[in-house]
């Protein structure tokens, strides 16, 4: 795919979308998934002393970068402006920006259509209105959910005039297309587990977490300097983006730094290890998309 179409399918979502006269869908670009999914494994620095599974290292300063004055964002894929054809997606994770939006600003009513959108703030409060009609916040501590289906609108501003709001954006190829879209959202604090990873996303409406159309699974977890933990694969074919976001650790033997991104696939099992106080999210998706 060429830059400049590329970036048109890329729009819906961002701030430039939101400055531009009009919308263009963004999301299905299935077809463009398929080209770049060979190439998941040759994203910028390949970890050539791991030989028993495949990964990737994303270092937090090799992410795209922008900044409107309202929102700064950091990109581990590529997106909007942003565009690296080694970084078009991780698996199934299409998306994963780090924002940061001034005090009272936010992102306008816009759409999206055939996408799983998760929004886990970081620090602050999220107002969220949708074309389904909920409306309400999403506070540090939450995580929201939406399957857009055949179609959503939806807008997400700052509550606050006086702070700042940081959180992370996530979208994930949805497994089924175009179905009636549905909205989750929930508090993770009563979920968590010292010095381990809990679940706070999953395939099943009966699991613990928020649900979303896709056989994903997210976990966090905070801990404390030396501890260790391990995370086993809950679907053959799945792989982990592991994002740090918080302190210093070790997974598989390779250190990584706050903000710092790692993609482990072709195994079972990923051992961790905290150097530091840390706080590490682990995103489980389908390597291959149909």
């Given at each position: 795919?060429?830059?400049?179409?590329?970036?048109?399918?890329?729009?819906?979502?961002?701030?430039?979308?939101?400055?531009?006269?009009?919308?263009?869908?963004?999301?299905?670009?299935?077809?463009?998934?398929?080209?770049?999914?060979?190439?998941?494994?040759f994203?910028?620095?390949?970890?050539?002393?791991?030989?028993?599974?495949?990964?990737?290292?994303?270092?937090?300063?090799?992410?795209?970068?922008?900044?409107?004055?309202?929102?700064?964002?950091?990109?581990?894929?590529?997106?909007?402006?942003?565009y690296?054809?080694?970084?078009?997606?991780?698996?199934?994770?299409?998306?994963?920006?780090?924002?940061?939006?001034?005090?009272?600003?936010?992102?306008?009513?816009?759409?999206?259509?055939?996408?799983?959108?998760?929004?886990?703030?970081?620090?602050?409060?999220?107002?969220?209105?949708?074309?389904?009609?909920?409306?309400?916040?999403?506070?540090?501590?939450?995580?929201?959910?939406?399957?857009?289906?055949?179609?959503?609108?939806?807008?997400?501003?700052?509550?606050?005039?006086?702070?700042?709001?940081?959180?992370?954006?996530?979208?994930?190829?949805?497994?089924?297309?175009?179905?009636?879209?549905?909205?989750?959202?929930?508090?993770?604090?009563?979920?968590?587990?010292?010095?381990?990873?809990?679940?706070?996303?999953?395939?099943?409406k009966?699991?613990?977490?928020?649900?979303?159309i896709?056989?994903?699974?997210?976990?966090?977890?905070?801990?404390?300097?030396?501890?260790?933990?391990?995370?086993?694969?809950?679907?053959?074919?799945n792989?982990?983006?592991?994002?740090?976001?918080?302190?210093?650790?070790?997974?598989?033997?390779?250190?990584?730094?706050?903000?710092?991104?790692?993609?482990?696939?072709?195994?079972?099992?990923?051992?961790?290890?905290?150097?530091?106080?840390?706080?590490?999210?682990?995103?489980?998706?389908?390597?291959?998309v149909?």
């Open positions: 795919m060429d830059r400049k179409k590329f970036i048109k399918k890329s729009l819906i979502g961002s701030a430039v979308a939101l400055l531009t006269p009009s919308l263009l869908k963004g999301e299905n670009d299935n077809k463009d998934l398929k080209k770049h999914n060979n190439q998941v494994g994203n910028h620095i390949p970890n050539n002393e791991i030989t028993t599974m495949k990964t990737v290292l994303h270092k937090a300063n090799t992410r795209g970068k922008v900044d409107l004055g309202w929102l700064k964002a950091n990109h581990s894929f590529s997106f909007a402006n942003y690296n054809p080694d970084r078009m997606n991780f698996g199934a994770l299409r998306v994963l920006n780090d924002d940061t939006i001034a005090g009272g600003k936010g992102f306008g009513m816009h759409p999206h259509q055939n996408m799983e959108i998760v929004s886990i703030p970081l620090e602050g409060d999220l107002e969220h209105k949708d074309s389904m009609g909920n409306v309400g916040v999403i506070n540090e501590g939450d995580i929201q959910a939406m399957s857009a289906g055949k179609g959503i609108y939806h807008s997400e501003y700052n509550k606050n005039s006086d702070k700042e709001v940081k959180l992370l954006q996530i979208w994930i190829h949805t497994k089924k297309q175009n179905i009636a879209p549905q909205y989750d959202q929930i508090s993770i604090r009563e979920l968590e587990k010292k010095n381990k990873f809990y679940q706070i996303l999953s395939p099943y009966n699991d613990q977490g928020v649900t979303i896709q056989d994903s699974w997210f976990h966090i977890g905070k801990f404390n300097a030396n501890a260790t933990d391990s995370y086993t694969i809950n679907k053959k074919g792989g982990v983006y592991c994002f740090v976001i918080e302190g210093n650790v070790e997974i598989e033997g390779q250190t990584l730094e706050k903000r710092d991104g790692f993609g482990i696939w072709d195994t079972e099992t990923i051992q961790f290890k905290s150097n530091t106080s840390s706080k590490v999210l682990l995103i489980e998706v389908p390597m291959n149909d």
